[in-house]
């Protein structure tokens, strides 16, 4: 689901709850819309921790709303499409992602597989041929430490952390979202399949 920007945290622990509540919002000890909505005078407020701006705008909030309703036929179809990719991928030279423990609901936000480290064919050349074929992947995600900010602030380099190194190079999210047909996760199969199998 989306909010356009923003989100929700859940949570039954009290603690957390206030916390965040004061985190949201500059770090601000009460919420600053009660101090505009309280029956007695309530314009005192103090910072008491550096916090930030993440609370949800009324748009974005409204928007969440409407899409909580929708939120379990959004996961069922990931979870279809996940199912069909895991099934007919399974056989190719790569690394399909985990599966959720049992009991648990994955929310497949992504799909991300691994190439197979003696492909021929580099990551970035199989992302190349799937958007030469019309299909967008993507990398989920960059390490921190290739970012020029991170990497340059506490001189980082790739062999530093092999395994996020490693693992970045070989990694591809395909395509997945509530609104792609069965042919569409038909063509991502039949694409991938044929470039690894062309490789």
Same mark, same amino acid.
């Given at each position: 689901?989306?909010?356009?920007?923003?989100?929700?945290?859940?949570?039954?622990?009290?603690?957390?709850?206030?916390? !965040?509540?004061?985190?949201?919002?500059?770090?601000?000890?009460?919420?600053?819309?009660?101090?505009?909505?309280?029956?007695?005078?309530?314009?005192?407020?103090?910072?008491?921790?550096?916090?930030?701006?993440?609370?949800?705008?009324?748009? !974005?909030?409204?928007?969440?709303?409407?899409?909580?309703?929708?939120?379990?036929?959004?996961?069922?179809?990931?979870?279809?499409?996940?199912?069909?990719?895991?099934?007919?991928?399974?056989?190719?030279?790569?690394?399909?992602?985990?599966?959720?423990?049992?009991?648990?609901?994955?929310?497949?936000?992504?799909?991300?597989?691994?190439?197979?480290?003696?492909?021929?064919?580099?990551?970035?050349?199989?992302?190349?041929?799937?958007?030469?074929?019309?299909?967008?992947?993507?990398?989920?995600?960059?390490?921190?430490?290739?970012?020029?900010?991170?990497?340059?602030?506490?001189?980082?380099?790739?062999?530093?952390?092999?395994?996020?190194?490693?693992?970045?190079?070989?990694?591809?999210?395909?395509?997945?979202?509530?609104?792609?047909?069965?042919?569409?996760?038909?063509?991502?199969?039949?694409?991938?399949?044929?470039?690894?199998?062309? !490789?």
């Amino acid at each position: 689901m989306t909010t356009g920007e923003g989100g929700m945290l859940v949570t039954r622990n009290k603690d957390v709850a206030e916390r !965040a509540r004061q985190m949201r919002l500059h770090g601000i000890s009460r919420d600053a819309f009660d101090r505009f909505t309280s029956k007695k005078p309530s314009w005192h407020y103090e910072v008491i921790a550096p916090g930030f701006k993440y609370n949800l705008t009324d748009i !974005a909030a409204s928007l969440g709303i409407h899409q909580l309703k929708k939120v379990e036929q959004f996961q069922k179809r990931r979870e279809e499409i996940a199912n069909y990719y895991n099934e007919n991928l399974k056989e190719l030279p790569l690394t399909l992602p985990p599966m959720p423990l049992n009991g648990d609901v994955h929310a497949w936000h992504l799909y991300v597989i691994q190439l197979n480290k003696d492909l021929p064919l580099s990551r970035d050349r199989f992302i190349e041929l799937m958007y030469e074929s019309g299909i967008g992947c993507g990398v989920h995600y960059i390490p921190l430490h290739l970012h020029p900010y991170w990497r340059d602030t506490y001189i980082l380099t790739p062999e530093m952390f092999p395994v996020s190194q490693r693992i970045y190079e070989q990694s591809v999210s395909l395509p997945i979202y509530s609104k792609m047909t069965d042919e569409d996760m038909q063509r991502v199969v039949s694409t991938v399949a044929k470039i690894l199998e062309n !490789a």
